[in-house]
């Protein structure tokens, strides 16, 4: 789904729909030939005054009206039932492709921009604004466009009966379009500031739940969690005050438009009285005038729709024109796993400082590499940006000697396995979060993986072993349990490179050496970059790199560093004593 950057909002929405053009003209045309039927009882009743002020007393001529009245409403139902169907589905196809495109979109971004993104704003995008497209697609195309064809064919006859009862007509239509310019002046920018007002609260909905085993624990309420609170109050109060600024507006308009007999009755009895109107074109001309409102006052419920495209598609448009990892395609050769890293420099955005400043750092296959260094220091982004989370902002990435933008995405994270203190697992069985680690994996497979990490004893006390629902989050397993499940995902990827970003920082002594040991049948023979919590854990790593304010302060083995290191020689005097005092 390509899309000009800058166009109008209409006409992106019209290019996501690109493959189902056909079915919405069909769609449209449909409608047209309905509400084009819906008008011939109007037509009907007016011949069948004309014959009565005619005298006519000719049974069959007035049966035949009725049966043309009847087959219009009848045309009317079948028309407008086919043109709603062809539109329907033509829209949740569309749905359908621009949600794929939307979460297709996510998995070719920077890992960091999802990360940074409150899951509660993608939500509202994925599911809420894309959902808002159903009734510009769904109604709009094909409805307002026929109620808007329609009514112009009938002022076209109108003018051809009386060109002054024509614009007469007209008059409260004119008057009631003025209401209309005032209530709609705004509403764009009251829609925007719902849609703000809205993702306040999604995101602080998604917080609170979040963080419920917080609120429960401090024995707070959803009320007395003042951003919580703060929020929905907020957001119902904006609906509040804008229905109640925009009522007056509404109540006018839908009470002045309909009203056209009030200047066609007294206008055309006064043309009629001093001879310029026909008795039959006057009763013609009301009957007519009256249908002319109805389809107009359809075409007016999409007004709304019209004023929100803008915020609804530039919402979804920031997703699918967020900057994405930029990859070739075609696999290039890597004979040796060496990484470096060749005075790097990293900002997560434009408006925030530098998180790495010239980082020059060598990791050779099969060695251990332990980042160490206080909290923010940058260690973790050093891990993320060479799995390929994001691009360096300066400097290079290489592997082998090739700059990893050079090596398709698909192919070096095929090479890494990443492990972390807060691994997801999905609302699916154990086996299946496993297998998740290599998808044509066979079941024995997976379970020799658990077997490896240590998951195969607390799985068969489950009521269905592998087959047991994870839960959403993982939330049926303990902390300890979900690492286990991810360490095994990430043995069964086998992957040459592995990633530890602090993966046993939260878990209790219990579960930590059980952890430990699977950590070790992971890595074996790999090539290990660890970001280090215990510093116990990495005294016999190959190289241990300390970082401080987001450069390296030193690097080296650990009995070097002690006396080399400051920095480090405090961190460890900080951790023995944190030991001893336990």
């Known amino acids: 789904m390509k899309e000009k950057t800058g166009s109008h909002p209409a006409a992106k929405l019209w290019g996501w729909a690109r493959p189902y053009h056909g079915s919405f003209l069909g769609s449209v045309l449909l409608a047209v030939l309905g509400v084009a039927c819906g008008m011939i009882p109007y037509f009907s009743v007016a011949a069948i005054l004309r014959l009565l002020l005619s005298g006519s007393v000719s049974m069959p001529a007035y049966l035949m009206w009725c049966g043309i009245a009847l087959a219009g409403y009848l045309g009317k139902v079948l028309f407008g039932s086919f043109s709603t169907l062809i539109s329907h589905t033509a829209t ?67 003018l051809i009966l009386d060109w002054r009862m024509a614009l007469i007509s007209l008059i409260t239509l004119f008057i009631g379009f003025i209401f209309v310019a005032r209530s709609g002046k705004t509403y764009a920018k009251r829609w925007a500031g719902a849609v703000e007002a809205g993702r306040r609260m999604n995101n602080a909905i998604v917080e609170y739940i979040g963080g419920i085993q917080v609120v429960k624990a401090f024995s707070q309420s959803a009320g007395s969690y003042q951003k919580y609170a703060d929020a929905v109050r907020a957001n119902g109060q904006y609906y509040v005050d804008w229905m109640g600024d925009n009522l007056k507006y509404m109540c006018l308009w839908t009470s002045v438009i309909p009203a056209v007999l009030v200047a066609v009755l007294p206008a055309g009895f006064a043309f009629w009285a001093g001879g310029s109107l026909s008795a039959p074109d006057f009763l013609t001309i009301i009957v007519l005038s009256l249908g002319l409102t109805g389809p107009i006052m ?30 070739p395609q075609e696999p290039v050769r890597l004979d040796h796993l060496d990484i470096a890293l060749k005075n790097v420099s990293f900002t997560y955005g434009k408006d925030s400082g530098e998180v790495l400043r010239g980082i020059d750092l060598n990791i050779r296959p099969g060695t251990v590499t332990a980042l160490v260094g206080p909290s923010g220091s940058g260690k973790s982004t050093i891990a993320k940006l060479i799995a390929g989370f994001w691009d360096v902002t300066d400097g290079q990435i290489t592997v082998d000697g090739c700059d990893v933008r050079r090596i398709p995405l698909t192919q070096w994270t095929a090479q890494i396995a990443y492990v972390s203190q807060d691994n997801y697992l999905f ?13 044509n994996a066979t079941d024995a497979e997976v379970e020799d993986a658990a077997k490896a990490s240590g998951c195969e004893e607390f799985i068969r006390r489950l009521e269905n072993g592998y087959d047991t629902a994870a839960g959403s989050g993982g939330g049926s397993l303990s902390g300890g349990e979900r690492q286990r499940v991810a360490i095994a995902r990430a043995m069964l990827k086998n992957a040459p490179i592995v990633i530890l970003d602090e993966a046993t920082a939260s878990i209790d002594p219990e579960n930590e050496a059980a952890i430990q040991k699977a950590l070790s049948a992971l890595t074996k023979g790999k090539t290990l970059i660890v970001i280090a919590h215990h510093l116990s854990t990495i005294t016999d790593a190959d190289n241990i790199v300390v970082v401080k304010n987001g450069k390296i302060a030193a690097q080296g083995k650990q009995d070097e560093l002690l006396s080399t290191c400051p920095v480090y020689a405090d961190m460890w005097a900080a951790y023995q004593g944190t030991r001893d005092q336990a």
């Open 92 to 158: 949740y196809h569309t749905l359908r492709d621009l949600r794929k495109a939307l979460t297709s979109k996510l998995a070719r971004v920077p890992m960091g921009t999802v990360l940074n993104t409150p899951s509660g704003q993608y939500k509202t995008t994925i599911v809420d604004r894309v959902e808002g497209m159903e009734p510009t697609l769904a109604h709009l195309i094909p409805e307002m466009t026929s109620n808007a064809l329609v009514p112009i064919a009938i002022l076209v006859y109108l």
């Open 298 to 327: 359809a075409a007016m419920t999409f007004v709304d729709d019209l004023a929100v495209i803008g915020t609804n598609v530039g919402e979804i448009s920031g997703i699918l024109e967020t900057a994405e990892l930029e990859r």
């Open 427 to 439: 609302d699916r069985s154990i086996r299946e979060n496993i297998r998740m680690g290599r998808k």
